[in-house]
């Protein structure tokens, strides 16, 4: 089945700096990968997504880049916020990724 | 804005008993699915349904598990007999295809096993 890496597995920043997120996929079919925010207690919420015929999508402070080639994507957020602060989850082909905790330091 | 509804929000049931965990699912969605997330870990799949049948399952998905349409509008896990580790929060989604399109998910059934 599908494999899904994702690093790193926590990550501090400062507020205003930028946070980066790494995943690779295994399945070279997959054409569509999400990524999704978590906040305690709650359910996975859809950030933005991507599919394979383009390489970068952009949506105000979060960007995701594809490089189907290399079979990985990332997540870019710019100017971090606390609100930003949660576990955030790639996914191809329905399969999470283990998931990133990003803590935003006043 | 419709969206999977997942009943109940909280279920606790005695080791060894049966649970039936439900979801409604986004009226014209095909593609249905059922998440495990253990306290503080990934969101585990555990198996698509299409078409009134199991299209993927993974390891998890053994023989204590199965998945149902009873109706056009649920779907539903049971969980046949229940373990201390089977205490988790199941989240169902639905999708409109197979894995090009978002999955949209429930709010999630946490179960507790005692």
């Known amino acids: 089945g599908e494999n899904v890496e994702q690093h790193p597995s926590t990550l501090s920043v400062q507020e205003g700096d930028s946070a980066v997120i790494k995943c690779t996929y295994s399945?070279?079919?997959?054409?569509?990968f999400p990524w999704y925010k978590q906040e305690l207690g709650k359910r996975p919420q859809l950030i933005i997504d991507i599919r394979s015929n383009v390489g970068e999508k952009k949506d105000q402070r979060i960007a995701v880049t594809l490089n189907k080639t290399a079979k990985h994507f990332s997540l870019h957020i710019t100017e971090t916020q606390p609100e930003d602060s949660a576990v955030y989850f790639c996914?191809?082909?329905?399969?999470f990724g283990a998931g990133t905790t990003v803590t935003v330091r006043a | 804005e419709p969206e999977v509804t997942q009943t109940p929000s909280h279920q606790v049931t005695q080791m060894g008993q049966e649970v039936i965990l439900r979801c409604v699912p986004i009226s014209n969605h095909l593609y249905f699915y059922w998440y495990r997330q253990i306290l503080g870990q990934k969101v585990e799949f555990l198996v698509s349904f299409y078409n009134n049948e199991i299209s993927e399952k993974s390891e998890i998905f053994d023989d204590q598990f199965s998945v149902e349409r009873p109706d056009g509008s649920n779907f539903t896990l049971k969980i046949r007999s229940t373990k201390l580790e089977d205490s988790a929060m199941y989240f169902c989604a639905s999708s409109e295809d197979r894995r090009n399109t978002e999955a949209f998910f429930g709010q999630g059934t946490r179960l507790t096993v005692v």
């Open positions: 996914a191809a082909h329905r399969r």
């Open positions: 399945d070279s079919a997959s054409n569509y």
